[in-house]
């Protein structure tokens, strides 16, 4: 007879997610076992495996879950009746929300996406493309003489991900920039240039 799922499978799945998030953001994928997962998370070696085979399997479900969200969000940013300012500057302060709200994980897949399998590398780069057209789908609204070339629209869509995948690494949210001020910042930059 099978095993019956717990009323609460998806909320402990999620739980054990997380702290793997936490523990790979600060000593990194290779430097964490199954065991100090199940510690943070208050759950036994048997109960990590009923989830996950492996921490492998839980880096790939948190980066795919993690890229897909990124995706709606952008998806659902793009296809938005807002003017394409609004849309470029709504598009900025998102992502930098996102990141902000999903910290661990972020920096896990900067990091540490070289330890996905080769099927689950191939789907993140696919969703970070589908990224990249999002933004240069922006950008060509902004400006379509500019950005009527792909490779020109790609060029600075790439630029602009540069810029707001590395923020992690020195933004601190309890400085005196708050994210939204940051965000216009940003924004600001990339409509006005430095000069």
Known sequence: MARKRAENFDDIKSD????????????????????????????????????????????????????????????????????????????????????????????????????????????????????MEQLSAILKQLNPKRFASRSEASAHAMLIYGMLNWTYTWYQPTGGLRIDALARKAADLCLQGVL
């Open 16 to 131: 054990i997610l997380t702290s793997a998030a936490d523990l790979f953001a600060q000593k990194g994928f290779r430097n964490t076992n199954i065991i100090e997962i199940g510690s943070a998370c208050n759950a036994s070696k048997s109960r990590m495996y009923h989830y996950f085979a492996s921490k492998e399997l839980m880096l790939e479900a948190m980066l795919l879950e993690h890229v897909n969200g990124l995706l709606t969000m952008a998806r659902e940013i793009t296809e938005s009746e807002l003017a394409p300012e609004d849309k470029f500057r709504h598009y900025l302060l998102a992502h930098l929300q996102y990141y902000q709200a999903h910290g661990a994980r972020h920096k896990v897949l900067l990091t540490d996406s070289e330890y996905l399998p080769d099927s689950a590398q191939a789907e993140v780069r696919q969703a970070e493309h589908r990224l």
